[in-house]
């Protein structure tokens, strides 16, 4: 087995990379894909994770910040790694994934007449715009009086409504989408939902239509603001929602290397960050850690008996969405064929930890197993942990494919003995910047990437050699 670079060389031979890149003596002359713009420090046809990293946070930083799923950091990303992998020799695919998006960009309003209502907070999907239109009470039953609170649940419920007014109705009994979409068949410009008064639903939630498009304005009002509005019914209010509310698409970058065999060894990282920052640890840190191994793989030219597929998944942050849309896609021939699926979400965290996950089944336990001894190996202690749904191995053992994966820990507090483990700081959280504006590069941990990358490399190599 090739023997990895001792840290400090690595650490050298990055830097000197970086470096020569960036004096625009990088040499690499292949053309990108359409669409795609040079990087200016683009790293070297093989690199070590942290200059991935680098390039993930410069993708971050040309494109608003983040690089969240359906906005242009995300597609650069996935372009990104695509035109990477394919440069190392790997055959890529594009899965598109369609998933609900919602991006509000201020405060709601709520006015009646021309005073602004407190306690108002926007329904998730809900509709953009400004409207202004008539306060039209739904089947509202006084404060206390007995009876179901279902105001709206049912289009006769709108009998006499106005066309163009804004309906207002109160929480119960059925979702507050069939309220809004009620509403609207009845004509309203405008639905407003307030809390039903019982002890502890008084104020505003984040309440959610569960998917675009409600194409209305849609506002979740506190329970006095509901009773004000009902007692003025037929006055003007005016209502505005800023957003965008709507189906967008973003890809899985699907990665395959051929085996002597058609068994396939898988390891995945979501791509995607959350829209409040860059998302380099969460999951810059996966994505760069597989592109790194990719590369390497590559390379190696040494046959493998599994064929590898690396997946680099799209939405995850907003539910798994893209890693599900891939599975259900399998079919079950396919499902069987996959050896074991390893997970790679957050592996350079700044107080780091070295966790190990799997499914709960046997072969997911030896998949852990050979993931712990590959860290055992390079001197590294690591712990066992659960992580129940959290990422998109989730999607993989709900399908009864064999998971694991490595974690260096995210909001949960590093305790003293796991500080004797691994250094860092005792009582504080692994990685303090998790789903935070600072999840940038200057925050994570290069020695825990360092560790878990090389581990996650021998891991996959080991899966693919049919060892595991
Ligand atoms: N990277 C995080 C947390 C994580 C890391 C979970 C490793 C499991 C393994 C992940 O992107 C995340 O934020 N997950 C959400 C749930 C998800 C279904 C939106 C969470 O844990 O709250
Ligand atoms: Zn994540």
Known sequence: MRRALPAGLAVLAVAVVVAAASLGGDGDDEPLPAGEAAPRSEPRPSSAPVAHLAALQRLAERNGGNRAAGTPGDRASARYVAARLRRAGWSVRLQPVRFPYFDEHSRPELALGRRRLRGVSTLRYSGSGSIS??????????????????????????????????????????????????????????????????PGRSGTIEGTLGGPPARIPALFITHPAGQRLAARAGERVRMKVDADSETRTTHNVVADLEGATREVAMAGAHIDSVTRGPGINDNGSGVATLLAAGEELAASKRPHERSVRLAFWGAEELGLIGSRRYVRGLSPVERRRIAGYLNLDMVASGNGGRFVYSGGDRRSAGLARTARRELTRRGVRSQRRGLAGGSDHASFEAAGIPVAGLFSGASEIKDRAQRELWGGRANRPFDRCYHLRCDRLDAIDRRTLRELSGAAAATLRAVARGAA
């Open 133 to 198: 239109g008539p306060v039209g009470p739904i089947d509202l039953r006084p404060p206390g009086a007995p009876g179901e609170r279902d105001s709206g649940c049912r289009m006769s419920d709108f009998a006499g409504f106005p066309r163009g007014g804004v309906a207002l109705m109160e929480r119960g009994t059925c979702q507050l989408s069939l309220k809004v979409v009620n509403a609207r068949r009845a004509g309203a410009v405008g639905a407003l939902i307030f809390n039903d008064g019982r």
